[in-house]
């Protein structure tokens, strides 16, 4: 079968092999993948900056969607045909994450989803909203559920609230979208008016231009008369004080990327001030996407698709989320 694998550091590492096609042990599942899509740790991993160990020769890759082509003894969740994503951390079903979670990642410490064929466990997989194609439903697994654990598990979001997304890639788009469907009001933040237009095409109320207006959290407090329910931070230590800055006073910050270097010094004693709920999201568990997935038929939403790749021109899929250039997902098709 087709996969690649990261062979050294930077995306030149990036390499088609050709290797068995896996057979499903006991309660483990074939997936035929159909589709996968790229999130920044990807990139992070293929060039050797990733915070974390990843395996030797690892098939890169979190995120893909595909048919079950055949199912392991035991298997009592899954049939042959139904189209399905594999969740991120295989081993996190459910609760709170344990420690053991953090080892089991597609993608990194195991080998991920850009391959024809991948064997993943069943409690480590979940069937896909009926609406969506599997182009779609590869975009849903680290990107969306991360912005769901954010948006409705720590946020609790709820009609009337007003959130903060920063930057329109995959997570913050996804985070819109969700929010507005709890009836929320957005505040997007980004560098480019035409993504803040787009933005606001998908429900955004508000658009703020963070290279005209660097003090964009004093702009947010100002729109907002006093500060906003919670701020959805991709940007990490470069962007965490304006977090602070533009909550309101017990507001919440889902702390979730690592895309900015530190800027200035680190106040915690604005913590403190604004008494600010402050949580750090790494994905989320399988019941978590499974509620997401329900979320997402029911209100019949469309992930944002920015431009998709054939599998050959992989390296360019990666090239493309280098350059920032995209406004949701970027896919790359395995058919």
């Not at 912005?147 to 913050?172: F, R």
């Not at 429900?203 to 947010?220: F, L």
């Not at 990666?318 to 058919?335: C, D, E, R, V």
Request: aromatic content about 6%.
């Amino acid at each position: 079968m087709r996969a690649y694998q990261l062979t050294s550091k930077g995306l030149d590492g990036l390499t088609q092999v050709d290797l068995p096609q896996p057979k499903p042990g006991h309660r483990q599942v074939l997936i035929k993948v159909a589709a996968c899509s790229l999130n920044y740790r990807d990139l992070a991993i293929a060039s050797g900056n990733y915070r974390a160990p990843t395996k030797e020769n690892v098939i890169p890759l979190s995120d893909g969607a595909g048919e079950v082509a055949e199912i392991g003894p035991g298997v009592t969740h899954f049939k042959v045909g139904d189209k399905v994503a594999g969740n991120f951390s295989q081993r996190w079903y459910g609760g709170e994450p344990a420690p053991e979670n953090s080892g089991h990642a597609l993608g990194g410490t195991i080998d991920g989803m850009l391959a024809d064929y991948v064997v993943l466990d069943e409690m480590g997989v979940v069937k896909l909203p009926p609406h969506l194609s599997l182009q779609e439903g590869a975009s849903l697994p680290c990107a969306a559920v991360t912005a769901w654990h954010a948006v409705v598990e720590h946020g609790w979001t709820k009609a009337g609230d007003i959130v903060l997304v920063q930057g329109t890639g995959g997570v913050s788009i996804f985070a819109l979208q969700f929010a507005r469907m709890m009836g929320a009001e957005i505040i997007a933040t980004s560098s480019s008016d035409d993504k803040l237009a787009r933005a606001k095409t998908l429900g955004a109320a508000h658009g703020i231009n963070y290279k005209t207006t660097p003090e964009w959290d004093k702009a947010a407090v100002e729109i907002t008369k006093g500060g906003v329910d919670q701020v959805v931070e991709v940007g990490g230590a470069g962007t965490f004080m304006r977090s602070l800055g533009a909550i309101r006073n017990g507001g919440k910050i889902s702390m979730i990327g690592v895309l900015s270097q530190p800027q200035g010094d680190f106040n915690p004693m604005m913590i403190l001030a604004k008494r600010a709920n402050v949580q750090g999201i790494s994905v989320g568990s399988t019941q978590m996407f499974q509620a997401m997935n329900r979320a997402i038929a029911v209100n019949h939403l469309k992930p944002v698709i920015d431009k998709m790749f054939p599998f050959a021109d992989a390296k360019a899929a990666f090239q493309h989320l280098q350059s920032a250039k995209h406004f949701g997902k970027i896919i790359i098709s395995l058919a």
